[in-house]
């Protein structure tokens, strides 16, 4: 053996001591001296990667574990580590890739948190099955895992297995998860009245589907809420001074609008989201927050407020409307889009977790709270499946000063 081979062997151990010892900083540094004696060794390679997971630097850990996995195939606790850190980073294909190999190489010695990533993984791919295997394996080896027992709730619920998610979302409760959000997924398999989803849902939701959000509305779902309740106002020709658009997005409606209309001024509870809105250039003011304090907060009349695919993410709109009333001008328009409940229903919370209200609802709610029924379609917001989820779209216009 070289002296260079047999410094970066004593690197190696030194390395495995800190590590072993919890000093991660320096076995991470004993190992990257080793690996510029001896360039390529799996062990090396592997242990560096882990250590550096440890230490929370996936992006740095990545590359490593993958020299590693490719050096070495065999190297069980390389596959799964590498699968962590892709999920860790989004990379759900390769994540799922590099777990299912470290699971098969060695089922037996996998821990609960591992099956749990792998489930994971394959549910953001829609490889239901094994999303749903890999949860069950999990939970065998540690039932109190409410993360676990959560997202098998969440595959059951989108296969229409209502009464299996219900029960899931229970035990997810048993075991501590947060009490608002299971509450409302247990609602929405049950068919059980809540007036409102949790603001931390939406924001979750949505920051997660900011990047690639408009294509994948548009395109894939063939979404045209924005288009259809913007039309009529769009072939008026009518200008605006003030349009505030609730639950903005990444900023289709003002893309519609732009042209006549002043002021354009937003609000969502994404922030990556807004960030995208920002960036178009369209928008005035933009804020981080919720529609309803939104409205509330508003100093001056506006003459157009729009909602877009917004109220479906809401639930009850007694208070919405009631502050949009009281910051309209006279003679101004609130549109909004709906999906559709039974006539007999006159606000459903829906397994997809999207609320649907009824024509006699929002009739009802509107002449309540000073508004007049100005134009009211049903049509088609989006396709799932392949299948048009029909909705209402609506314009009020104030009726006389509320005193």
């Given at each position: 053996?070289?002296?260079?081979?047999?410094?970066?062997?004593?690197?190696?151990?030194?390395?495995?001591?800190?590590?072993?010892?919890?000093?991660?900083?320096e076995?991470?540094?004993?190992?990257?001296?080793?690996?510029?004696?001896?360039?390529?060794?799996?062990?090396v390679?592997?242990?560096?990667?882990?250590?550096?997971?440890?230490?929370?630097?996936?992006?740095?850990?990545?590359?490593?574990?993958?020299?590693a996995?490719?050096?070495?195939?065999?190297?069980?606790?390389?596959?799964?580590?590498?699968?962590?850190?892709?999920?860790?980073?989004?990379?759900?294909?390769?994540?799922?890739?590099?777990?299912?190999?470290?699971?098969?190489?060695?089922?037996?010695?996998?821990?609960?948190?591992?099956?749990?990533?792998?489930?994971?993984c394959?549910?953001?791919?829609?490889?239901?099955?094994?999303?749903?295997?890999?949860?069950?394996?999990?939970?065998?080896?540690?039932?109190?895992?409410?993360?676990?027992?959560?997202?098998?709730?969440?595959?059951?619920r989108?296969?229409?297995?209502?009464?299996?998610?219900?029960?899931?979302f229970?035990?997810?409760?048993?075991?501590?998860?947060d009490?608002?959000?299971?509450?409302?997924?247990?609602?929405?398999?049950?068919?059980?009245?809540?007036?409102?989803?949790?603001?931390?849902?939406?924001?979750?939701?949505?920051?997660?589907?900011a990047?690639?959000?408009?294509?994948?509305?548009?395109?894939?779902?063939?979404?045209?809420?924005?288009?259809?309740?913007?039309?009529?106002?769009?072939?008026?020709?009518?200008?605006?001074?003030?349009?505030?658009?609730?639950?903005?997005?990444?900023g289709?409606c003002?893309?519609?609008?732009?042209?006549?209309?002043?002021?354009?001024?937003?609000?969502?509870?994404?922030?990556?989201?807004?960030?995208?809105?920002?960036?178009?250039?369209?928008?005035?003011?933009?804020?981080?927050?919720?529609?309803?304090?939104?409205?509330?907060?508003?100093?001056?009349?506006?003459?157009?407020?729009?909602?877009?695919?917004?109220?479906?993410y809401?639930?009850?709109?007694?208070?919405?409307?009631?502050?949009?009333?009281?910051?309209?001008?006279?003679?101004?328009?609130?549109?909004?889009?709906?999906?559709?409940?039974?006539?007999?229903?006159?606000?459903?919370?829906?397994?997809?977790?999207?609320?649907?209200?009824?024509?006699?609802?929002?009739?009802?709610?509107?002449?309540?709270n000073?508004?007049?029924?100005?134009?009211?379609?049903?049509?088609?917001?989006?396709?799932?499946?392949?299948?048009?989820?029909?909705?209402?779209?609506?314009?009020?216009?104030p009726?006389?000063?509320?005193?």
């Amino acid at each position: 053996m070289t002296a260079a081979l047999e410094r970066a062997k004593n690197l190696f151990f030194e390395g495995n001591d800190h590590f072993e010892a919890g000093r991660l900083s320096e076995a991470a540094d004993a190992y990257r001296q080793a690996l510029v004696l001896a360039p390529g060794r799996a062990s090396v390679l592997a242990n560096l990667g882990i250590t550096l997971w440890r230490l929370g630097q996936v992006t740095e850990a990545l590359p490593a574990l993958r020299q590693a996995t490719a050096a070495d195939p065999a190297h069980t606790e390389a596959w799964l580590a590498q699968g962590v850190c892709a999920e860790t980073l989004g990379l759900w294909e390769e994540a799922a890739g590099a777990l299912l190999q470290g699971t098969r190489q060695s089922p037996g010695t996998v821990g609960a948190p591992v099956w749990l990533s792998l489930g994971h993984c394959c549910s953001r791919q829609g490889r239901s099955a094994e999303a749903l295997d890999a949860l069950e394996r999990a939970l065998a080896l540690d039932a109190t895992l409410a993360e676990a027992w959560s997202q098998r709730g969440q595959l059951l619920r989108e296969l229409g297995r209502l009464p299996e998610a219900a029960q899931c979302f229970e035990q997810a409760l048993a075991h501590g998860a947060d009490e608002a959000l299971h509450r409302f997924y247990l609602a929405s398999v049950r068919g059980e009245a809540v007036p409102h989803a949790p603001a931390a849902y939406v924001q979750a939701l949505f920051d997660d589907y900011a990047e690639g959000f408009q294509t994948h509305l548009v395109q894939a779902l063939r979404y045209q809420a924005h288009e259809v309740l913007l039309e009529p106002l769009r072939s008026s020709g009518r200008h605006f001074e003030h349009m505030l658009d609730l639950g903005c997005g990444t900023g289709l409606c003002a893309q519609r609008m732009r042209g006549q209309v002043e002021r354009i001024d937003g609000v969502d509870l994404s922030p990556a989201m807004v960030a995208q809105a920002r960036s178009s250039g369209l928008y005035q003011q933009l804020e981080v927050g919720d529609l309803l304090a939104f409205l509330q907060g508003q100093g001056t009349p506006v003459d157009l407020i729009v909602a877009a695919d917004v109220f479906i993410y809401v639930g009850a709109l007694d208070e919405v409307l009631a502050a949009a009333r009281r910051c309209m001008a006279a003679g101004g328009v609130f549109a909004f889009s709906l999906e559709q409940a039974p006539p007999a229903q006159d606000l459903v919370l829906q397994p997809s977790l999207r609320y649907a209200h009824s024509r006699g609802y929002i009739e009802r709610l509107a002449a309540a709270n000073g508004w007049q029924v100005q134009w009211l379609e049903a049509a088609a917001i989006r396709e799932d499946q392949r299948r048009p989820v029909m909705g209402w779209y609506v314009h009020l216009t104030p009726v006389a000063a509320m005193h």
